[in-house]
């Protein structure tokens, strides 16, 4: 009953103030961009410069059927400049370095080829053919791009080499691998002989399916974080937290009702983002669940920080800080060649994967894993904070 | 109702005592006031009383609970007015009054009855944010009567209220006092002291210096005097003159007899007099000085 009051107040106060409000506004903000905006396919205009390993009536027989079957069309030349550059190549098969070193500046002209989107015939890559494999690797290094060597063995089998950037997605190679070989299941037989990395992952999420679970952990569980502790902050700048300890009510229920304030705000917020964009794809008793679970640890950290402040002010150094930390574990995301170990210790790396794992309908044990994890440690966090409010009453 | 033996408290536990080593016991039904200026350490001392500092050194039982242990329900007994009003802003002076009552596992008071009680009519839904300081230090006071407390903690009751408010507050706490609730009534207002209190303690430097009956300590301390006004030759002259000393009655009976009197009023010491001759030190002074 105490409980349910303290709950009860906390939402009347919470729809008094902007915090509710602004979070709820972003999440409507956030799905209307999804899902007016962005779209499910890649716009993104790839570039691939390729160097054609096989004899030259071959490489032209391929190219003339690509465009014969309506997969490609042809396009006006275009010309590169070519500077002086250094810069090493890594296998990351073998882990063998090649260095290069150009002096000369020229001026190429390229053959282009427009590859098309099968289902919308719009172009959704450009293909540049080089002539020599050292031209390919001077421009994928210095336009940014993919390049690629396609060779034909004694056999008649074709197989590719990518020179990539090191930040490309898994979806991007997944698409490489797909438009040469033309079917997936080619991938497993050429796998052996390329250099980029194992596809393991063969189902992903769309382009904007892909968004939603930073969406889920930053406007969720981080800001949850973060609300609590103005709401506390809130509280303690009106001295009601003092006035709640003179009461026959337990501090955790205090604490509690400020946790369910958040969970109820992440719940609705992550409510709007999700179901409109992945529709009945994931099991939602999963992301509730997990959802839940996150964000009550995440909560209960900015309860246990703002414990040892007074004010926001004085404690806005170590929140910006952790906020900052939890934020990095996105470039992993975004980028999956960046994914050192210690950052898996981040706690927005699991709850980054276990989200993408719903969506996908993917690991369950991961997120049942990090489930059981993120409430015991929530659990640890929480009776931390209690603790500490008990004992700094005065503040 | 109140029994501390020894109590001592350090901030910083650095051997620095904000209180040291204080004993002293408040009896059921009686107002005690504990007085002392700025950092003398009586809120550290009704801190510890009500559980919002921990107890490191000493005995401590309060409504007949020992605050060593941690037991919520004995807040069922008590009301706490703090010093600094803290109320939600975001609610309404109703809706602050039902949140709170609903806290408690006792029958309570009816928040609108309260509400009246300290003048805040037709505010009731009045978010307590648009409130003055004054309005909000009287929902503070009328919360702390909410569960009908045995013990009651007043940290200044009527600091910051106008003269007729702080009248209104005087007599709530009268009243209370004569239906038999104990008070303890932290202040530096030695005039709200003498008119509420049947005991004080002096308080300085986390020392208790003192502990009387009012009346008691004005007879001790205290020198009777009478303040006359009367004309000589044209002008009004002014003198204050004690009636416990011999040659002073005799001028008294002189300046009456031969004078024109303007005015005479008999004095009594007050009871800030009275700290000062005790304890050496005013109880509201610069802080520069402090």
Not at chain 1, 299 to 327: E, N, R, T
Not at chain 1, 350 to 368: A, H, R, S
Request: charged share 25%; aromatic share 12%; with cysteine.
């Amino acid at each position: 009953m105490k409980l349910l009051s303290n709950y009860l107040k906390e939402m009347k106060i919470a729809a008094r103030g902007f915090y509710f409000y602004i979070e709820i506004a972003m999440a409507v903000i956030l799905v209307g961009i999804l899902l007016l905006v962005v779209s499910e396919t890649s716009t993104s205009n790839i570039k691939q410069f390729i160097y054609n390993d096989m004899p030259q009536k071959i490489a032209e027989y391929l190219k003339d059927k690509s465009i014969e079957d309506g997969d490609a069309r042809l396009a006006n030349p275009t010309e590169f400049e070519l500077k002086p550059a250094e810069f090493v190549i890594t296998n990351q098969e073998t882990g063998e370095t090649t260095a290069y070193d150009f002096d000369d500046e020229k001026i190429i002209e390229l053959e282009t080829i427009e590859m098309l989107d099968s289902s919308t015939g719009e172009r959704d890559e450009t293909v540049y053919y080089v002539e020599t494999e050292e031209d390919m690797i001077r421009l994928a290094y210095s336009e940014r791009e993919v390049g690629a060597t396609v060779a034909m063995d004694a056999h008649g089998k074709v197989s590719t080499k990518y020179y990539l950037q090191g930040y490309e997605t898994d979806r991007l190679e997944s698409l490489l691998y797909i438009s040469h070989s033309k079917s997936p299941a080619v991938i497993n037989a050429k796998k052996d002989r390329q250099v980029v990395r194992t596809l393991g992952v063969m189902e992903t999420l769309n382009n904007r399916e892909n968004l939603v679970p930073i969406f889920l952990v930053y406007l969720g569980s981080l800001m949850g974080y973060f609300i609590v502790m103005a709401y506390i902050f809130y509280d303690k700048a009106e001295g009601v937290i003092r006035a709640f300890a003179v009461t026959p009510s337990s501090m955790w229920k205090y604490l509690v009702s400020k946790i369910f304030v958040i969970l109820t705000t992440v719940v609705v917020s992550s409510s709007i983002i999700t179901i409109p964009v992945m529709g009945g794809q994931p099991n939602y008793l999963l992301f509730y669940i997990f959802l839940i679970i996150t964000t009550f640890a995440l909560a209960s950290l900015g309860l246990l920080v703002a414990s040892f402040f007074d004010s926001i002010s004085k404690a806005f150094g170590v929140m910006y800080a952790i906020m900052i930390s939890l934020m990095i574990p996105a470039f992993s995301y975004y980028i999956p060649s960046f994914d050192p170990l210690w950052l898996r210790f981040f706690p927005s790396y699991p709850l980054l994967q276990g989200f993408k794992e719903i969506l996908l309908n993917g690991d369950t044990g991961y997120v049942l894993t990090y489930s059981f994890v993120f409430l015991a440690g929530g659990l640890v966090l929480f009776v931390l904070a209690d603790m500490r409010f008990k004992k700094t009453l005065t503040v | 109702m109140i029994s501390v033996k020894n109590l001592s408290h350090s901030y910083n536990e650095d051997g620095n005592f904000a209180v040291k080593n204080i004993s002293f016991e408040v009896v059921n039904g009686e107002t005690f006031g504990f007085l002392g200026p700025s950092g003398a350490g009586k809120s550290t001392t009704q801190g510890i009383l009500t559980g919002l500092l921990k107890l490191q050194d000493g005995e401590v039982l309060v409504a007949g609970y020992d605050i060593k242990k941690v037991q919520n329900e004995r807040f069922n007994k008590i009301g706490v007015s703090f010093e600094q009003s803290n109320v939600y802003g975001k609610l309404t002076a109703r809706e602050n009054l039902e949140y709170y009552a609903k806290l408690f596992d006792v029958p309570t008071r009816d928040p609108m009855e309260l509400i009246h009680l300290v003048g805040l009519d037709g505010k009731e839904n009045v978010r307590a944010s648009e409130f003055s300081k004054g309005m909000k230090h009287r929902l503070t006071f009328a919360r702390s009567m909410l569960n009908n407390p045995e013990l009651w903690f007043l940290d200044e009751p009527t600091t910051g209220l106008d003269p007729a408010i702080a009248a209104t507050i005087k007599d709530i706490i009268r009243e209370k006092a004569a239906q038999g609730t104990t008070s303890f009534l932290t202040t530096h207002n030695m005039f709200i002291a003498d008119e509420l209190c049947d005991r004080v303690a002096f308080i300085i430097d986390g020392e208790i210096k003192l502990i009387d009956a009012p009346k008691s300590l004005k007879l001790q301390y205290g020198q009777k005097l009478i303040d006359i006004e009367y004309i000589d030759d044209g002008k009004i002259v002014k003198e204050t003159l004690k009636t416990v000393d011999e040659l002073e009655r005799k001028r008294i009976g002189e300046i009456v007899n031969n004078y024109e009197i303007q005015t005479m009023h008999s004095k009594e010491a007050t009871l800030e007099e009275i700290f000062i001759q005790v304890t050496g030190r005013e109880l509201v002074y610069n802080e520069t000085i402090k």
